[in-house]
């Protein structure tokens, strides 16, 4: 337990922070599944899903819910898999 104001409002803050954090990490594993299973299926709306699952991954680099290179990593392994469906 904290025994300082600076340590308490710290604990207010990481309590906030993870919920926010959690919140949008789901929410980009959603979108991405989606885009995913669009481009499986050979959906005619996968560039667009693609494109908002980008949209959502450099967000969340940006705000350090993901870190960074992991959500560049996730936005070429996307496009690299609507790519590959596209071509054949």
């Given at each position: ?10 604990n ?68 690299a ?8």
């Amino acid at each position: 337990m904290a025994n300082h104001k600076s340590a308490e409002k710290r604990n207010r803050q990481r309590i906030a922070t993870t919920l926010r954090t959690r919140a949008a990490r789901s929410h980009v594993r959603a979108v991405v599944a989606k885009a995913r299973v669009a481009i499986a299926a050979g959906a005619d709306d996968a560039a667009a899903l693609v494109a908002s699952a980008c949209s959502l991954l450099d967000r969340a680099g940006s705000k350090n819910a993901l870190p960074p290179k992991r959500a560049a990593r996730h936005k070429s392994r996307l496009a690299a898999y609507l790519y590959r469906a596209q071509k054949g």
